[in-house]
């Protein structure tokens, strides 16, 4: 267990970085900014680490960045429509920070705070912040907590608790972006990918707001019950396809019952062998295949383009609080939110 200086940010704060380790050997890297994940070291099938994770090396990468890599993010995930909540019937503003759109809660999110660590042994962490009532456009003091941990059968889980005093949006992601092979190696079409989605949401245009419709991905690019390379039907002619730029879409997860922790993707690097299986009580997962990341400088000197990583951002589906097809993520007040996701590696012979 040990911690050590992530630099300072903007503001003149002392930012930390914290490592847990298992008794395999895996590590996986936070920082108190943002709760943010910065890397996950795995073996791969011939023993050799690799870090899955994009990031960077210190805080003012995090700062400067707007692809929110391995953020917490909340009171909301994704987007909602028009910038403004409804909830209880009073329409709150939100921040228009993607198009007319709300995008992650806004500019200013809970990724961009300092939170403070609960409690931290070798193999967990705990870090809590506050929100504060109207703090970007939700209503409501909302206590935070977000706790990691790293198994000893190589998993990284990823636990959330919040209550607020107000009846309040609560809808927490990670925005991780993963590469099997490496992070500094090169795209992710190649790699193959299982969700357990039957259907997905549509969307109307490429401002990404989806339609309300829950629609079969049988027959479509999206289907993915089959593992398949990330890159096989990417850039095939689909109107979907072609808002998102690729795949940057909602599917809606076969659960046995609702709020069951069971598996939401896998997927399998066949240059690593690197497996990745992932877990979540959520309804839906944002299947995303980093069609916008650019032109970046990453961590140890690596530089990261477009479809470089990818993420699965479990969450409710986007708008879903102005959505009522939608499983809806208001809380009411007193209410303790809770879920939890979870990332666990092996490898393939």
Partial sequence: MYKESFGTSKQGEAVTVYTLENQNGMQAR???????????????????????????????????HTCYFGATIGRNGNRIANAE?????????????????????????IDKKIWQVKAYTGQEISLTCISGDLEQGFPGTMEIQVTYTLTDDN???????????????ANFTNHAYF???????????????M?????????????????GEIAPVAGTPMDFLA????????EADDTQLKYGGGYDHNFVLD??????????????????????????????????????IGALNGKQGAVYGDRHGFCLESQFAPNAVNEPKFESPVIKAGEVYRTKTGYRFSVKS
């Fill in 155 to 169: 998993c990284v889980e990823i636990r959330y608790q919040a209550v607020s005093d107000k009846d309040t949006v």
């Fill in 85 to 109: 909540a409804v909830i209880g019937g009073v329409a709150y503003r939100l921040d228009a920070n993607d198009h007319e759109n709300n995008l992650h809660s806004g500019s200013h999110g």
């Fill in 195 to 211: 969700l357990a989605a039957s259907h997905f949401t549509p969307v109307a245009d490429a401002k990404a707001i989806p339609t």
């Fill in 255 to 292: 659960k046995r019952e609702k709020g069951a922790y069971e598996r939401m993707a896998t997927a399998y690097a066949p240059d690593s062998g690197i497996v990745m299986e992932a877990y979540t009580d959520l309804p839906c997962v944002q299947f995303y295949a980093g069609n916008f």
């Fill in 227 to 234: 593992a398949k390379p990330i890159g096989r039907d990417i």
């Fill in 30 to 64: 936070v920082t108190d900014y943002g709760a943010t994940l910065v890397s996950i070291i795995v073996p791969d099938r011939d023993g050799n680490k690799r870090d899955v994770l994009l990031g960077f090396d210190n805080v003012t990468g995090y700062e400067n």
């Fill in 179 to 193: 590469n099997l092979s490496g992070h500094n190696s090169g795209n992710v079409c190649g790699q193959e990918l």
